[in-house]
């Protein structure tokens, strides 16, 4: 007998795909199924098993009047109005710290591409240039001697620092709280924290109180040594803002794995040089992924066979399944 009728948003990672049904009953739609979505099997669904394919917001919770449990594919949250469902008593689960150490190492590898150019270099070499007009020119940035600035020492932020410190980097950061237990310089403002470095790390998550946050202000302190990394959300970046400091020199270059419409990326950086592009691949292996949808498994069956989730967000700390 399944343990509850759920909807999955989008497709998901396989170990998800293959475990679920074993428990419960599936039932899919995208993101254009929601307004035509059956009141009956809306009536149904207990939980929701999703990435940001599809958003969890008042339209489609409205839809729902029995759900429990958004059990997010990912320790982001931001497609998840996770506010409503505190307010609803719906329970939100997401999958954080079984990513931050592949986070973190991909964060340093858009770094060292981005500092040292290698995504250009290697492009040189396979056009045959090397051959044809020599060695790719020197670069322009050094990682060394640079000073980090972290916006979001949470767990990522912190396993990219301590990468960071093995290179030698002096590490600065902005949150909206200082901590105690770290000995890296505070900045309680982020335009303080760009003034203080030349490599802007942004970890932090996406929502309503970041965005748009790494303005047009906060990129004319970096200056023009200037270099940005982003492996939060797109949204944290006011994206007309950077591809204008890129193209007129207010800062140097720029590494994105995340941007604002995924997977739209504006044609101006597409057409810069001095950037480097990753499709959202921060968490990207086999190990990881599926590490993360054994989490994501695991809170569901947690909630329906114990009444207790395994990482519910802060915003709905709930530890028991609701009665009746
Ligand atoms: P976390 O432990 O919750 O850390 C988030 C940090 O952001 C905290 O230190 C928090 O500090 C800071 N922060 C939150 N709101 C802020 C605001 N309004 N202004 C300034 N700082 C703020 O989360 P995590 O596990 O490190 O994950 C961080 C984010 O990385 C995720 O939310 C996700 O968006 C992104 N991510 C991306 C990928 C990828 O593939 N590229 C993979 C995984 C995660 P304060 O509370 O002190 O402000
Ligand atoms: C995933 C992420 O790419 O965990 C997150 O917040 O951004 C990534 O790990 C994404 O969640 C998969 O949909």
């Known amino acids: 007998m399944a343990l509850a009728d759920i909807l999955v948003l989008g497709r998901m990672n396989a170990l998800v795909e293959e475990e679920l049904p074993k428990h419960f009953t599936i039932h899919r739609i995208g993101r254009e199924d929601v307004a035509s979505l ?92 090397w051959v044809s007009e020599g ?15 972290i916006l979001g020492l949470g767990r990522i932020g912190k396993a990219i620092a301590r990468r960071a410190e093995a290179f030698g980097m002096d590490i600065h950061y902005h949150g909206r709280t200082r901590q105690d237990d770290v000995a890296y310089t505070y900045h309680d403002t982020l335009t303080g924290l760009a003034e203080a470095v030349d490599t802007l790390m942004v970890v932090a998550p996406g929502g309503a109180s970041t965005k ?36 007129d020199g207010t800062i140097l270059s720029a590494g994105l794995d995340v941007f604002e419409k995924e997977p739209q990326v504006p044609a101006e950086l597409i057409a810069m040089d001095n950037v ?9 292996s086999h190990l990881t992924r599926n590490r993360m949808g054994q989490l994501v498994v695991d809170n569901l069956l947690g909630w329906f066979n114990d009444g207790r989730p395994v990482t519910p967000v802060a915003e709905t700390p709930f530890t028991r399944r609701k009665q009746g």
Do not use: W
Request: with cysteine.
């Open 135 to 149: 060695p790719y020119p020197l670069t322009r940035a050094s990682l060394q001697n640079r000073t980090l600035g």
């Open 276 to 284: 480097v592009l990753l499709p959202h691949v921060g968490s990207a």
């Open 38 to 129: 059956d009141p009956a099997l809306g009536e149904r669904i207990t939980a929701i098993a999703g990435g940001a394919h599809v958003p969890v917001d008042a339209e489609l919770l409205g839809k729902l009047p029995n759900l429990e449990i958004v059990a997010n594919f990912g320790v982001g949250y931001d497609s998840v109005d996770a506010r409503l469902c505190g307010e609803k008593g719906i329970c939100v689960t997401n999958t954080p710290e079984v990513l931050s150490e592949e986070v973190a190492d991909t964060a340093l590898g858009l770094m060292l591409m981005t500092v040292r150019e290698l995504g250009a270099a290697e492009r040189h070499l396979r056009a045959g240039k």
């Open 212 to 247: 748009g946050i790494v303005n047009a202000e906060v990129l004319s302190a970096l200056g023009p040594e200037g270099i940005v990394i982003n492996v939060g959300r797109g949204t944290v970046i006011d994206e007309p803002a950077l591809v204008k400091a890129l193209q």
